[in-house]
């Protein structure tokens, strides 16, 4: 059998007069598309074209680009008017140049504080806080400003919060609830026997702990009190300011002298007054700047103008504030976000093993005053706020506070102890808390509701009748009268 009679062959072999014609078609098609690609036409629709089986219907009349017509007579793979071109997206097509913001620009509009709405209504009868407001218990469930300069101290003290409302009032106003004048009382008393008064705000989440911590500050301003404030207490455990072992420490300790040095320029502006009149009574020998005995506090803090020395100049201003007698006033030493202090920090020893919070020099202070290792000695208060938001778990702190809060009722309650299943408690953490004051927080009362929804609505932000029945519905939405959900239920459409 010959090969070109093998019936195989002859099927599986294309015909010489089959491939004569196919390289003849596609020499025919190449040179098509040669020739669109030099009148500027699209290589895909020219081979589209080429390939088309459809009759090609009104050919004669255009559709118009973008129209349905358009649509259905162009091949299915392409999409009309559109070319897809790989190339780089241009930044801005328009030639102009946007300005990037600034180092910390950012930063600041995040943080940014409003504390006025001129479009809010202004709230007649509205007075302001006195020296003695919040200790006299018929202002509880009342509402009461801020005098003005105060405002400019809890400004410099980093005291307002962003996730408050402050945008949305006329003035900044604060209630007074039973637990402001149990603070605030307990303050006094300590002030007075030069005593201090260690203790801790909990509470759940929006229950208004930082802002019981503002009230405190706020009084300590009225009455003459130093006052250092750390505002958020997370800027120093997590890593995000330089920090420095300091010699001659054991356990060796680590300062931080970015966030010391801005420390000292809050407490300048906060306690402008008190630390023009205060006097050094010590020689600080170890600073870069001379300060001769008996010059003002403030010449003291004006010497720290760059971080490195902040730390050595935050001590000198330490002992000065502390000094006994001298005419030294009481102090109030805050801090908001205990959870991120009472865990082991993000930083790590150059050998990479982890530093324990309490080994950063700054957060042992505060402990040390609020565990009672040290006290003020012209008296006064150490007050630490957790936070509920953003916040690691911390069973050693919770337990620690709930024992204390258990402590304190007496009567009978069991004092809860450790699981012993659960890991990660720490004994750090638990000496600190050993011996603290605890008020826990919890929804307002009906009638400290409805004094603040008067508020709202006096200051044209609510718009409903304030009754009992809108107090009931708002106190029962906001879970129990949390103040911060209460807001949530009646403000939120109003926030901006
Ligand atoms: P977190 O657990 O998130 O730290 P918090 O308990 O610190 O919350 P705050 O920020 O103090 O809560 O308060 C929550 C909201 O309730 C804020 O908008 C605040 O303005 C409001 N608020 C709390 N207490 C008062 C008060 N006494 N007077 C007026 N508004 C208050
Ligand atoms: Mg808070």
New binding site residues.
């Given amino acids: 059998m010959s090969a070109s009679n093998c019936l195989r062959c002859c099927l599986l072999r294309p015909s010489v007069v089959g491939r004569a014609g196919a390289t003849a078609a596609t020499a025919k098609a190449s040179a098509a598309a040669t020739a669109r690609l030099r009148q500027g036409m699209p290589l895909a629709a020219a081979a589209a074209a080429s390939f088309s089986t459809t009759a090609n219907r009104g050919a004669n009349q255009k559709p118009k680009p973008g129209t349905k017509a358009a649509e259905r007579n162009a091949p299915p793979s392409i999409r009309q008017g559109k070319l897809f071109t790989i190339k780089k997206k241009k930044k801005n097509d328009s030639g102009a140049r946007v300005k990037s913001p600034l180092p910390g620009e950012r930063k600041a509009f995040r943080k940014r504080i409003l504390l006025s709405n001129t479009n809010a209504l202004p709230v007649p009868g509205l007075t302001d806080l006195g020296a003695e407001s919040m200790l006299d218990p018929s202002n509880v469930c009342k ?1 009461l400003s801020l005098p003005d300069d105060v405002v400019d101290q809890l400004r410099a003290d980093e005291a307002f ?1 962003t ?4 945008s949305m009032f006329r003035k900044p ?5 039973t637990e ?1 004048v149990d603070l605030i009382t307990r303050m006094h008393a300590a002030a007075k026997t030069n005593k201090t008064l260690r203790l801790v705000l909990t ?10 911590l503002l ?1 405190a500050i706020t009084q300590a301003h009225l009455n003459d009190w130093l006052v250092v404030n750390i505002p958020d207490a997370q800027e120093l455990t997590t890593a995000c300011t330089e920090y420095a072992p300091i010699l001659d420490t054991e356990p060796i300790q680590y300062m931080q002298q970015n966030y010391v040095l801005k420390l000292i320029q809050a407490i300048k502006k906060s306690n402008e007054k008190l630390l023009l009149k205060l006097t050094t009574v010590f020689s600080h020998a170890g600073l870069p700047q001379n300060i001769p005995i008996k010059s003002p506090l403030m010449q003291l803090a004006n010497s720290a103008k760059e971080a490195e020395g902040a730390w050595a100049v935050f001590q000198a201003m330490w002992q000065e504030m502390t000094a006994q007698g001298h005419g030294r006033p009481p102090m109030l030493l805050s801090l ?1 976000g205990l959870t991120h202090i009472m865990r082991i920090s993000d930083y790590r020893t150059p050998a990479f093993n982890p530093i324990h919070s309490h080994d950063l020099a700054l957060v042992r202070l505060f402990t040390d005053h609020l565990s009672g290792a040290t006290s003020l000695p012209n008296g006064g208060a150490v007050i630490a ?5 953003n916040a690691p778990r911390n069973p050693s702190m919770e337990l620690a506070l709930a024992q204390r809060e258990a402590e304190q009722l007496g009567g009978g309650k069991d004092v809860p102890q450790p699981q012993p299943y659960l890991k990660g408690y720490d004994e750090r953490v638990e000496a600190v808390l050993r011996n603290v004051q605890v008020i826990k ?1 919890q929804g307002l009362s009906k009638l400290e509701a409805r004094a ?1 929804m008067e508020y709202w609505a006096a200051s044209g932000v609510l718009r409903i009748t304030v009754d009992e029945k809108s107090v009931t519905e708002k106190w029962a939405l906001g879970g129990s009268g949390v ?2 959900e209460m ?1 949530r239920a009646s403000l939120l459409t109003m926030r901006f």
């Avoid at 996730?163 to 402050?166: L, V």
């Avoid at 106003?173 to 609830?177: A, N, Q």
Wanted: aromatic share 2%.
């Fill in positions: 509402v919060k996730t408050q409302c402050w106003s604060i209630l007074i609830r402001t509470g759940d989440r929006v229950t208004g702990k930082s802002l019981m009230q908001d706020a957790t936070n509920r938001n927080l603040l103040v911060g807001e």
